[in-house]
């Protein structure tokens, strides 16, 4: 069955920092990957989409590589600020791309 | 435009109770999921419809959950029995595109806590 593989221990960084944020997937290879944050308390919020023919996009601050070979997608996040402190989630369509599942979610936390 | 609404926000019961929930997605939006999320999880699709027909079910506990969407708009989501383990987020979310033709993104609520006591 997929997997959808996200660094589980919290990301700590300094604000002006780039935070990057990995997500690994096996057993299946994805049409898309969307990349979410989620705030405590809150739903989550779209924040990029990614196909499987682009390698690279970019909205503001925020850069998303996918690299099918390697079955990974990275998420940057430039200049952060402690306002990027959020649980970042991972999700990508399984077989037919009927359904979107997540990952498990990365903490950030950006010290001011 | 109005986002998805949920009701209630939080809901305790005492395990072997049931509880309801509702969503209200987005206008137009042919596509409603019901995810599940477990503290320190991400999001579980428990199910999702397109229109009033279901999609995907495989991953609802059906011994004890249901799903209606009714007319195509409205869903409501019932636990009965309720499990301790059942204590999480329920979240509801609606997209634009039709099942089967995915191209963008999941428009969330804000979800519905449960305890199970």
Known sequence: ?112 | EAGVAQSPRYKIIEKRQSVAFWCNPISGHATLYWYQQILGQGPKLLIQFQNNGVVDDSQLPKDRFSAERLKGVDSTLKIQPAKLEDSAVYLCASSLELAGAFDGELFFGEGSRLTVL
Do not use: M
């Open chain 1, 1 to 112: 069955s997929q997997k959808i593989e996200q660094n589980s221990e919290a990301l700590n960084i300094q604000e002006g920092k780039t935070a990057t944020l990995t997500c690994n997937y096996t057993n299946y290879s994805p049409a898309y990957l969307q990349w979410y944050r989620q705030d405590p308390g809150r739903g989550p919020v779209f924040l990029l989409l990614i196909r499987e023919n682009e390698k690279e996009k970019r909205k503001e601050r925020l850069k998303v590589t996918f690299d099918t070979t390697l079955k990974q997608s990275l998420f940057h996040i430039t200049a952060s600020q402690p306002a990027d402190s959020a649980t970042y989630l991972c999700a990508l369509d399984t077989t037919g791309g009927f359904k979107t599942i997540f990952g498990a979610g990365t903490r950030l936390f950006v010290k001011a």
